[in-house]
C-alpha cells in the first residue's frame, strides 16, 4: 500500500509539474528597462519593442495590450519561424506586432532557414517589415539599428552591416546569435546589442541549464539585452527561463 501511495504521488507530482512548464511556456511577461545612453541628445528619448524565437506560438493580444505608449521601433530578433509553421501564421504575427504603430525590423535566426526563403521574404517584404541582413536603417538621423544574418552558421557580417566610418550617434546592433563577431574598434562605435537565441536554456534546475539566463548588461556607455525568447523549440515545455518580450527605454543623458 505504501508503494501505491508514493508512486500515486509521484505520478501527481510530474503531472502538476508538466502542467506548469506548459503554462510557463506560453507566459505573456514583458520586461522593462531603462538604459541611459550618452549618444543620444539630451532629453531625447528611444522606445523599443523587442522580441524573439517566437517559432510556434502566435504573438499574443494579451501581450500586445501591454504595450502602452509610443514605440519607436518593433524589433524581431530571428526565429520567427520554423520548419512546419504554416506561412500564414508567420504573417498573423507580422501582422500583430506591427499594429504596434512602429516601423518593424527583422534579422535572421538559424531557424527562419528552414522555411522556403522565396515566400518567406516575399510576405516580410509585403507586410512591410524592414529586412536586416548584414545591413543598417536609420531611424532618426543619428540614431541607427544594425542586423547581421545569423552566427549560427558564420553567415554574419558587422563590417559590412556598419554605417560609414565616418557617421557616428546612437548605433544598435541585433544579432540572432550572441556569438556574433566584432572587434574591440567596432564595439567603440556601438551603443548597445540585442541578442536572442538560446532560451535562457528553456529547462533549468534551480541554477543549472545549457545556457545562462537572458539579462540586461550595462557597463559604461555600453549595454548588452539578451532575452530567453518568446517561444520554445521542440516541446512547448519551460522551467526557470521564463517566455518573455521586451521594452526597452533609452534616454539621453
Known sequence: MDWILIIG???IAGLLLLGCMIMLAFENRLCSHKVFSPHLKRDETLDIFFISDI???TVSRRLLRKCVGGLDAVVIG????EEGVPLEKTRLNVQRLSSLGAPVFFVWGNNDYEVDQKAFVQMLTDEGVQLLRNGHSFLREHVCIIGVDDATSALDDLPKAMPKDDQSGFFL???HNPNVRYTETEKERLSGVLTAH????QI???PFGPYTLGE???KEAFFELSTNGYGTSLLPLRLGARSEAHWLSISGE
Open 78 to 81: 530571428g526565429d520567427l519561424t
Open 55 to 57: 517559432h510556434r506560438r
Open 198 to 201: 538560446t532560451h535562457g536554456g
Open 204 to 206: 533549468r534546475i534551480g
Open 173 to 175: 546592433l541585433v544579432s
Open 216 to 218: 540586461l548588461k550595462v
Open 9 to 11: 504521488g509521484a505520478a
